[in-house]
């Protein structure tokens, strides 16, 4: 027998001593799905301890929900929340992208316009943003709604943080990328929409996933100005009827189903960014 060649039994006890690897009974979904089901349950058991009254949460959902409309006639509730959120959301992008380009070029004025745009909207409250835009502009001239004031607010402050996510993620990536590009023949903008543009979203969306979700949070504070949004109903309603824990759960789980809608879209958005990188994950 030759001695490089290795004996079978050898080889067949030696694979008896190694430690076998353990293989889970259930699946990582269905492990993942009884995790959240365990972890949802110790969160209702949280809440029962509050004596909650669901009559009162029964007959207040609709209103909170956005299915009726306000005695002005528009949206109320979650509804309106969408809306003041679905209009900033858009404007931010602009705006964000607009600060990101601008921070990148080389002009010293765009990138100073940029830059004091960023530095001042992230460094002052939103409230206090909020109240300048409402109470501020008619002094000037312009008398904005209050719903026109918590859109424009809401957009300024986060386009100045979407701006720096943009920005990160285009520099993200490499350049050799464009210089590959350029030695193809592509045009700048091709350039930009068709090479870096779609490796610097797989960059740019958890983050801005996640401002936006802040966003949705952050709409409470319009109620400051009169604007029946889901957090002005429940303060509303909790003060008349004397149950604040009702409504203010009642609010806590809306944003919450609103931010679980977000996550899912994030989800999506990822997986189809993320095709080219599928053996990385």
Known sequence: MNTFEPNP??????????????????????????????????????????????????????NLVGLRLGPNGFLQGAALTLFLCFCSIWLSLL???VTALARLSSS??????????????????????????????PQLGVVPGAISAGILALSLNYGAYLSEIFRAGIMAV???????AAALGLRPAAIFVRIVLPQAMRTIIPPTTSQFI??????????????WEVMFLAQSYGRSSYRYIEML?????????????????????????????KNQR
């Not at 004091?116 to 109240?131: D, H, M």
């Not at 709409?219 to 009169?226: I, N, P, T």
Request: charged letters at 15%.
């Open 95 to 97: 705006l964000g992208f």
């Open 214 to 227: 802040s966003m949705l949070k952050d709409s409470s504070l319009v109620s400051v100005m009169g604007v």
């Open 9 to 62: 039994l050898q080889v067949a006890s030696a694979a008896d001593t190694q430690p076998r690897r353990w293989r889970p009974l259930l699946s990582f979904r269905a492990r993942l799905y009884l995790t959240w089901a365990i972890m949802l349950g110790l969160c209702l058991l949280f809440f029962m301890n509050f004596d909650l009254k669901f009559s009162i949460i029964l007959d207040k959902w609709p």
């Open 108 to 137: 010293a004025v765009a990138f100073g316009v940029a830059s004091f745009y960023a530095s001042f909207f992230r460094g002052t409250p939103l409230l206090i943003q909020i109240l300048l835009i409402y109470l501020g502009l």
């Open 174 to 180: 490499a350049p050799g990328q464009r210089e590959a």
């Open 249 to 277: 759960t009642t609010a806590a789980v809306i944003y919450w189903l609103l931010s679980i809608g977000l996550e899912l879209i994030q989800v999506r958005l990822e997986r189809h960014y993320g095709r080219g990188f």
